[in-house]
């Protein structure tokens, strides 16, 4: 050991994620190489980053590259670039402490799943120590950019400690040398190394090269800038996996190629679901951000507004400025252009999907419409875009999507209103008696059950000229044929005038009101909402927000006509069995509305109520 050779001790939970790894039955270890390249591929971008300020760089015009190596005797992989480099104490720092946040996170994962948490390794920003599951040995040898630092190398065999030194190293960059186990011999083949570049590296920004050769093994040539008749459907989806390491193939792609207003190579992809997945590579929202190739933003949230969060994808433009990162006037400005054509690209593309595929849309609209809803509620600006992008399911087609130009397509002619009704799901919504009028008139009406619904209708009061209504507030004309129908049926007055009384006794105060309505029709009775009270769907917004959880106090409609009215009518008052009716009725009422604070309070009444039917 030279003199100011120096010996260091990882830290214990470095310590154990060696230990994990170096006992590794982990079958996919060539993932050490992705991890390796990916690093290398880091210290190049950094390094072109620093080069657009800094002008004293050691060897400036050296070729960006990585080039791996082996010696097949001496069972020996070399991978090397020509990156920002590390001095002696960036190779302490960088490979000998570990964010305590990212080894515990590792730790925390691979109890549970150690092969899941191995194959995303650099997630939890530990992918170098990877490199434990094929080496006896690791020499890392690096030279800074910076031309005062001298070269240093950095030594491990997977044990407690490190050693670090002054080195001889001439160029500019890092050089990482492994000596493989035995068991590991296998990676020290040129051939192989091309297969895991292939599968893992393909679309790595900087050429790849192998043993002496001149020939680039990944593609390189950015996918994004490939002309779309050139990139086939498995590239795509290839990149896609490569970009996020997402098992499930995207729904969708789009690749955007324009010269204005704005330059700019895109990627974009609708992925297969909303929530990420637990080992996805991209950790948060956001496109990856370049301009002439070099990586400005892995995770931009500029690029497209608030409610298309859920794209993944790469964004290049030639025309940002280069000193994006310092928030100038004109970056600002730049991106916003760039965000109004990023987003007319994806509107664009959806319209034309749910025009073209209707299944494609469906499935898209199952997995993103909340995402939708969520930008009509919240952003103004865009809301009356979104509109369009809509879908609900109805009374009339409870199973289909339909959008609102079809809902008024359907229409019957002169009515100016598009109803809805609220509720917690669409099978207890349809059996809503708010609906009784609308079924026997053969009125549509949207089914709102998704817990965002509620905000959704805060920005959609008004759809071309059509007003929305809640159905539960609608007092539509009762038809003058029905009318007469019904009332030949319904209870005298006198009876219903004693029977209404008989409510107001046995509710109490439960309730504001009892009257009559003649807008039911199969259903016994309706709760609605006294003149003045907060909308059905903002009470549902204070409830979801938790500011009031107590039942609204309602007015108790019903419907003289009803079979059960009219026995209602014949029962001796005040009996044991006429109070539990009465008291059924006002709570299936609530239950259909989806407020009634305890439902299975009601099964000693229902078993009542059955006993007394039993007797009969
Ligand atoms: P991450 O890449 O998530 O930061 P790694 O464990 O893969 O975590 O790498 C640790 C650190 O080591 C990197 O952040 C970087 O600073 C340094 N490093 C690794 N490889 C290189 C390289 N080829 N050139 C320069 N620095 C490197
Ligand atoms: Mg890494």
Known sequence: MADDASTYTFKAETRQLLNILIHS??????IFLRELISNASDALNRLRFEALTEQNILEP??????????????KLVTI??????MTKDELVKNLGTIAQSGAKAFLEA????????????????????????????????????????KAASWYATGDDSFQVEPAEKANRGTRIEIKLKKDAAEFADESRLRTIVKRHSDFIGFPIYIGDSSEQVNQQAALWRTPRKDVSEEQYNEFYRQLTLEFEEPQSHLHITTDAPVRVYAILYIPAKAERGMFSLRKEDGLKLYSRNILIDEYSKDLLPEHFRFIQGVVDSEDLPLNVSRETFQASNMIARLKKVLTGQVMGALRKMAKKDREAYARFWKEFGPFIKQGVATDPAEREHLYELLRFKTSLQPDDWSSLDEYIERMQAGR??????????????????????????????LLLTHPVDPFLLMGLQKYRDFDLKNAAQAELEPDAKEDKADQAEAVTEGALENLINRFKEQLGDKITAVRETRRLSSSVARLVDPEGSLAPEMQRVYKYLDRETAIPKKILELNPSHAIIRGLA?????????????DQIYESALLLDGIHPDPSSMTPRIQQLMEAALKK
């Open 25 to 30: 039955l982990y079958k996919e270890r060539e």
């Open 61 to 74: 015009d050296a070729e960006l590259c990585i080039r791996l190596s082996v010696d097949e005797k001496k």
């Open 80 to 85: 090397e670039d020509t990156g920002i480099g």
């Open 570 to 582: 014949d029962l001796e008052a005040g009996s044991d069995l006429e109070k539990a009716i009465i």
């Open 416 to 445: 100016k209103e598009i109803y809805y009704i609220v509720g917690d799901d669409d099978r207890s919504v349809l059996l809503s008696p708010h609906l009784d009028q609308f079924k026997s008139k053969g009125i549509e009406v």
């Open 110 to 149: 691979a109890k549970d799943a150690p092969d899941q948490a191995i194959n995303v390794i650099g997630q939890f920003g530990v992918g170098f120590y990877s490199i434990f599951m094929v080496a006896e040995w690791v020499r890392v040898t690096s030279r800074s950019f910076n031309p005062r630092a």
